[in-house]
């Protein structure tokens, strides 16, 4: 992996309650979710903060090419659709889906054909999910240890889940039969020097243009860098130590999400890359 420079953190803002769900629309304005606090954000170049949206508990966030907004509501265990001007439009899923009740969706991720995949984060029961664009509902993978934070792979052939409490990234093969795919161990991350499962959870995660993989390690404080083949090559320190999740804007601005404490205070940085040097 290229060394790269990295220019900086600048702090975007401070919010009573801890963040998740960033996302950028095509006008470039920045929306981030509260979960405990019910709404989602949307802040401008200025940082100044409207309430876009309101939602029961506002978890993992996409902005589709249409400008509607996908959001996983932890608490209803459903995905709500808002349209570009934060109006609520149906749920995109229903409690019950592929045979099974979802319980916590947490995080989302939509490939080039408008399919989406979500995790259902449970304890030891956890399952990653596929609605397709036709409508089709699929189990993709089950009895997984709190499935969090997804990314597809450049190519999308395959599928990268954060499994919280097993503090370690899955890939997962997109392409071939199988009704309900075998994650491989992808990476397994650093563990806290407090030896507690609550200090060192990979959350959300997200892809450069190179095909690494960083990772929102929730309780470590810190952003993890994985090369395409899982070697974790580099680690940037976040100024909170809940971490949970991230977004890249362009090559060199990558925003991340979490806060001091659950359910708050909040927080929302952006770190800066220097890739051209």
């Known amino acids: 992996m290229k060394d790269y420079l990295q220019a900086g953190i600048q702090k975007i803002a401070d919010i009573p309650f801890y963040t998740e769900g960033p996302a950028i629309d095509s006008s470039g304005l920045f929306y981030c979710t509260t979960l405990s606090g019910g709404k989602i954000l949307q ?3 200025h940082g100044h903060i409207v309430e876009w949206a309101e939602s029961a508990c506002p978890n993992g966030q ?3 090419p249409n400008g509607d907004h996908l959001i996983c509501d932890s608490k209803l265990g459903v995905i709500k659709r808002f349209d570009a001007k934060g109006r609520f439009l149906k749920d ?11 319980i916590c969706l947490n995080d989302l991720v939509a490939d080039s054909k408008g399919n989406i995949f979500f995790t259902d984060s449970v304890r030891r029961k956890g399952a990653v999910l596929f609605l397709g664009n036709d409508g089709t509902e699929r189990l993709i993978a089950e009895d997984l240890d709190y499935p969090n934070g997804l990314a597809l792979s450049i190519d999308e052939n395959h599928l990268y889940v954060a499994e919280s409490y097993r503090n370690r990234i899955l890939k997962i093969k997109l392409t071939g039969s199988e009704l309900i795919a075998q994650p491989e161990v992808f990476a397994r991350l650093p563990a806290h020097h407090s030896n507690k499962a ?4 990979p ?9 690494n993989l960083y990772v929102a390690h929730y309780g470590m404080g810190r952003v993890q860098i994985l090369s395409p083949s899982g070697d974790c090559v580099s680690s940037i320190e976040i100024p909170f130590p809940l971490a949970s999740n991230l ?3 362009g ?10 404490a659950e359910p708050g205070p909040g927080a929302v940085v952006a ?3 220097d890739r051209d040097n």
């Open 198 to 201: 609550e200090d060192n959870l």
């Open 92 to 102: 995109e899923t229903k409690i019950c889906f592929a045979g099974r009740q979802t």
């Open 62 to 64: 996409i902005v589709m």
């Open 43 to 45: 802040i401008d170049e």
């Open 247 to 249: 977004f890249f804007v």
């Open 251 to 260: 090559k060199n601005i990558l925003y991340v999400t979490g806060g001091s």
């Open 203 to 211: 959350d959300g995660l997200t892809l450069d243009s190179e095909g």
């Open 271 to 273: 770190v800066l890359f």
